[in-house]
T-cell receptor, first 111, second 111 residues
Framework: QKEVEQNSGPLSVPEGAIASLNCTYSDRGSQSFFWYRQYSGKSPELIMSIYSNGDKEDGRFTAQLNKASQYVSLLIRDSQPSDSATYLCAVYTGTASKLTFGTGTRLQVTL | DTAVSQTPKYLVTQMGNDKSIKCEQNLGHDTMYWYKQDSKKFLKIMFSYNNKELIINETVPNRFSPKSPDKAHLNLHINSLELGDSAVYFC??????????FGSGTRLTVV
C-alpha cells in the first residue's frame, strides 16, 4: 500500500461547479496534512494545511480531515478554468520530518 | 525577492558528466530538502538538512552528494550522470514540521 494515495484523474468539472479531490494515507500517526497546486511546468504551491479533524475553509477552498478514516479531501467551490492544475496531497509520515506526496490528481475545469 | 531560488533552471548535459545545482532560501527556515520529480510527476524526497545537519538520506545512488554550507544554502552535486537521472529537481525549505516552500525547479536532461 502506498503511503499517500490519490486518484490520478483527470477529474473534469464544469466552470462554477464544486471540485472534490480525495486522498488517503497509511500512517495512523500522521498529524499534518497539506494540499499543493502544481501548474504544468511550475513548482508546487502550498494552498491549504490542516492539522485537526473537521473542515478548514480559506476562500473558495475547504480542506476536510478525518483521521479515523485516514482521509483528507479538498473542495474547490465555484471552480474556475485557472484552477486547472495537478493537486498534490502531502502528509508528514513516520518519525522523520519529511512530507510524503501523493501522485497528484489532475483537475480540468471546462468552460 | 525570491524566497527559494535554484540555479540553473535548465541543465542539458552528456552522460558521464558531473554537474551541480544550487539552492538558497531567504525565509529563515531551519530545514531544506531536495526532491526529485520524475516523468510521471511523482515527487520523491532525496535529502533533508536541518541547520546544516543531514537528517534524511533516502535510497539515492552515492553519485548524488548534497552539501549545506549554512542553513540558507543547500547544493546538490551529481557525478557520472546517467540517462535515468533526467528529471526535475526541486529544492524546498520549511520550519520543521511545517509546509514547504519550493524553488522553481531545475530540469535536468541527460543525453
Amino acid at each position: 500500500q502506498k503511503e499517500v494515495e490519490q486518484n490520478s484523474g483527470p477529474l473534469s468539472v464544469p466552470e462554477g461547479a464544486i471540485a472534490s479531490l480525495n486522498c488517503t494515507y497509511s500512517d495512523r500517526g500522521s498529524q499534518s496534512f497539506f494540499w499543493y497546486r502544481q501548474y504544468s511546468g511550475k513548482s508546487p504551491e502550498l494552498i491549504m494545511s490542516i492539522y485537526s479533524n473537521g473542515d478548514k475553509e480559506d476562500g473558495r477552498f475547504t480542506a476536510q480531515l478525518n483521521k479515523a478514516s485516514q482521509y483528507v479531501s479538498l473542495l474547490i467551490r465555484d471552480s474556475q478554468p485557472s484552477d486547472s492544475a495537478t493537486y498534490l496531497c502531502a502528509v508528514y509520515t513516520g518519525t522523520a520530518s519529511k512530507l510524503t506526496f501523493g501522485t497528484g490528481t489532475r483537475l480540468q475545469v471546462t468552460l | 525577492d525570491t524566497a527559494v531560488s535554484q540555479t540553473p533552471k535548465y541543465l542539458v548535459t552528456q552522460m558521464g558528466n558531473d554537474k551541480s545545482i544550487k539552492c538558497e532560501q531567504n525565509l529563515g527556515h531551519d530545514t531544506m530538502y531536495w526532491y526529485k520529480q520524475d516523468s510521471k510527476k511523482f515527487l520523491k524526497i532525496m535529502f533533508s538538512y536541518n541547520n546544516k545537519e543531514l537528517i534524511i538520506n533516502e535510497t539515492v545512488p552515492n553519485r548524488f552528494s548534497p552539501k549545506s554550507p549554512d542553513k540558507a544554502h543547500l547544493n546538490l552535486h551529481i557525478n557520472s550522470l546517467e540517462l535515468g537521472d533526467s528529471a526535475v529537481y526541486f529544492c524546498a525549505s520549511s520550519w520543521t514540521g511545517d509546509g514547504y516552500t519550493f524553488g522553481s525547479g531545475t530540469r535536468l536532461t541527460v543525453v
